[in-house]
């Protein structure tokens, strides 16, 4: 619907020509109306947007701490293993020390039949002494070493922790934005609705004509046709998005029955094999910008918080906002990029 009352405008005007000079106070209130309603939405469309984003940065964020948490606890488990492997070694070699009581140089020599067995047993000696002092050297690095990763899992821990919380609130906040928008929508002057309807039929069966005449292979109706048309490749992004069509709008939703624009773009690509990030604000990012001049079908569209899908033709599939579906749309105008992957 919001689309539409963008433009209400022409529509009033036209009518205006048809009117006597008395009509002329109700239709300025109408356009008025009209105008301030599509303002509205628009910036309500705009937060949703956002706090989508939010929502899922949040998420991807508490998912990196928790496998951080993962990473660091296996070290953890490791370093356990071989703190005690040294500890029960030097456990031994202080037994076997006591037992045998301290070894002098005298011991050696005297319990020596020659200077050879002497300088070796000796060196032995020497070495082994060596090997023990490595042995703490190494104990107390473990142990400084594990110290440090209780700390990072403890860090972690709390960041995944902070992160869902946020998540969790921001999901809040925009299902009571959803429910406000459809308040918003519910209490549409019927007048202003029945011109936007009428507005909105027109450009789609303009936009149709144009679109059928760009892409005569198909034989599926782009507004309503949920199968995939004859001439695009069912197992391709384009594919996916055709297969998507009439799916409802749902704040956060990743699919496989109810999406929202990121989500939308991010199942289609994934189904496909090709992963990509689930924001808008990711998508951006991540993809290579594209001028709309030469975007081609499968490419993702870009504005400032909402994305779609090209198929072609000056025409593209998106999950608009609450309360609408999952469908083609033409209106190229109000993107600034493509993103291609």
């Known amino acids: 619907m919001t689309a539409a009352l963008a433009a209400i405008m022409a529509i009033v005007l036209c009518v205006g020509f048809c009117l006597s000079d008395a009509n002329a106070t109700p239709l300025s209130d109408k356009k008025a109306e009209a105008k301030a309603a599509k303002e509205k939405l628009d910036a309500m469309n705009a937060e949703l947007d956002a706090a989508s984003d939010k929502y899922y940065e949040a998420l991807e964020a508490h998912d990196a701490a928790v496998a951080k948490m993962e990473e660091t606890q296996a070290r953890i488990d490791e370093l356990k293993v071989e703190i005690q492997k040294s500890q029960d070694e030097l456990s031994d070699r202080a037994v076997m020390m006591y037992r045998n009581g301290q070894t002098s140089m005298v011991d050696v020599l005297l319990g020596s039949r020659s200077y050879k067995d002497f300088a070796t047993t000796w060196d032995m000696l020497n070495s082994l002494n060596d090997d023990t002092a490595d042995l703490i050297t190494l104990n107390k690095s473990l142990k400084a070493e594990a110290e440090e990763l209780y700390e990072e899992y403890s860090k972690q821990e709390k960041i995944a922790a902070d992160k869902l919380a946020e998540a969790e609130a921001t999901k809040k906040e925009a299902e009571a934005l959803v429910a406000q928008y459809q308040e918003e929508v519910d209490k549409l002057d019927a007048e202003v609705e029945k011109l936007i309807e009428e507005q909105r039929k027109a450009e789609e069966e303009a936009a149709r004509r144009a679109w059928s005449n760009g892409n005569t292979g198909g034989t599926v109706s782009p507004s309503t046709g949920a199968n995939v048309p004859p001439n695009?490749?069912?197992?391709?992004?384009?594919?996916?998005?055709?297969?998507?069509?009439g799916c409802p709008y749902v704040w956060g939703a990743e699919g496989p029955n109810s999406f929202d624009c990121s989500g939308l773009t991010s199942w289609c690509y994934a189904q496909c094999g090709v992963y990509i990030p689930r924001t808008s604000g990711a998508q951006r990012a991540a993809g290579t910008v594209i001028s709309l001049a030469n975007a081609q079908p499968g490419d993702v569209l870009w504005m400032s918080g909402h994305v779609g899908i090209y198929i072609g033709g000056?025409?593209?599939?998106?999950?608009?906002?609450?309360?609408?579906?999952?469908?083609?749309?033409?209106?190229?105008?109000?993107?600034?990029?493509?993103?291609?992957f």
């Open 314 to 340: 000056g025409a593209y599939i998106h999950a608009p906002q609450p309360g609408d579906v999952v469908k083609i749309a033409y209106n190229m105008g109000m993107w600034s990029c493509a993103l291609r």
């Open 232 to 245: 695009v490749n069912a197992n391709s992004v384009v594919g996916y998005a055709y297969s998507r069509l």
